[in-house]
């Protein structure tokens, strides 16, 4: 049990320096080219540790200079977390090799490595609290361990999941996957627009890298607010906003180049796309129903699940009270969703009821 402790808990540090350390170079770079309004080295060493607690979307509150007003900051890329996860799951290979089978039950070393990472991740973040920017510290200890938990499951003697979770996996997995590509086509059909955004950021040459760095990390964000508006739903870009096929309510948005795919108007007509919604309940009952309605509905229920946890990584406040609603309605488009799915489901079963019949 010795041996599994150490090993653990010098396998977690390293998973945690992994990504640490090149946030720390990026930002002792940017302090360097750019300065900072102390030009003590506090201040990147900071802003490292802020990027890596972000990276596993734990949130910030701020108290925005000069004035000191109060903002909050959760609207996260969630794509960012694949860099912890990669990091954990490369580290905890290493110590199971480390280990050579010195333990009798690979559960508890997953539980071990986890509790360590988190413990790392939370005094990381109460550590790293200024008086403009205080990571939700109370908060690490719940995203750290969850995301170390999934990557160590994928690691060594996996776990056999059940029926229902890996057709509900595979269904989310569906859906981020197509609107990740319809981002990438409508990316390249207004190139020219994101372009013009990203020129008005005068962002240099580093700063360009790093910005198309934040953009692709956000992409994940940015195809759920696609599916809530394909469900109709819509999302907002601040407080007031809104943005669907039936309702066009945006003065201004942030300057970010990937908010150029925007669209300008009221779509009604494009309240047909909820068909995609419906053909994946289809789908949902074509790879259950077989096996009983038990199945089809332990799917169901765990694709809700999914769906509710891809909304609330998709949404938050960007630092301010006007950007205080950003991203996708938590409620709005799971309700939406889940009704379109729902009527999807009971539209094949009930054909497929009266085919039998």
Aim: glycine share 8%.
């Amino acid at each position: 049990m010795q041996r599994v402790l150490s090993v653990s808990l010098s396998h977690a540090i390293r998973g945690a320096a992994l990504v640490l350390l090149p946030f720390a170079f990026i930002a002792l770079v940017a302090w360097a080219t750019a300065g900072s309004a102390t030009g003590t080295t506090t201040d990147p060493i900071r802003g490292a540790a802020w990027i890596w607690l972000g990276a596993h979307h734990i949130p910030f509150s701020l108290a925005l200079p000069p004035t000191g007003l109060p903002g909050y900051f959760s609207y996260l890329p969630w794509g960012a977390i694949a860099l912890p996860f990669i990091a954990i799951r490369t580290t905890f290979n290493r110590a199971l090799d480390r280990l050579q089978g010195d333990f009798h039950d690979i559960n508890g070393v997953r539980t071990t490595y986890s509790i360590f990472y988190a413990i790392i991740v939370t005094a990381m973040a109460y550590l790293a609290s200024s008086p403009t920017v205080s990571p939700q510290w109370y908060l690490a200890p719940i995203f750290a361990f969850f995301i170390a938990i999934i990557a160590t499951l994928t690691c060594g003697q996996k776990i056999r999941l059940s029926a229902a979770v890996l057709v509900a996996s595979r269904i989310a997995a569906i859906i981020v996957g197509t609107f990740m590509v319809l981002i990438g086509v409508l990316l390249f059909t207004h190139f020219a627009e994101v372009k013009r955004l990203s020129v008005a950021l005068q962002p240099g040459i580093f700063g360009g890298v790093l910005l198309l760095l934040l953009n692709i990390l956000y992409l994940p964000n940015a195809a759920i607010a696609l599916a809530s508006y394909v469900a109709g739903s819509g999302f907002a870009v601040g407080a007031g906003t809104l943005i669907s096929p039936w309702w066009y309510h945006s003065d201004q948005i942030p300057v970010l180049p990937l908010l150029g795919i925007l669209p300008t108007g009221r779509h009604p007509l494009f309240v047909a796309a909820a068909l995609f919604f419906i053909a994946i309940g289809v789908l949902l009952v074509y790879w259950t129903l077989d096996s009983g309605i038990q199945l089809l509905a332990q799917s169901a229920l765990f694709l809700v699940v999914a769906l509710i946890l891809l909304a609330y990584l998709s949404s938050g406040s960007l630092m301010t009270n006007e950007m205080g609603s950003f991203g996708v309605s938590i409620w709005k488009f799971g309700l939406t969703s889940i009704i379109e799915i729902a009527i999807g489901v009971i539209a094949t079963t009930f054909a497929l009821t009266r085919i039998k019949r």
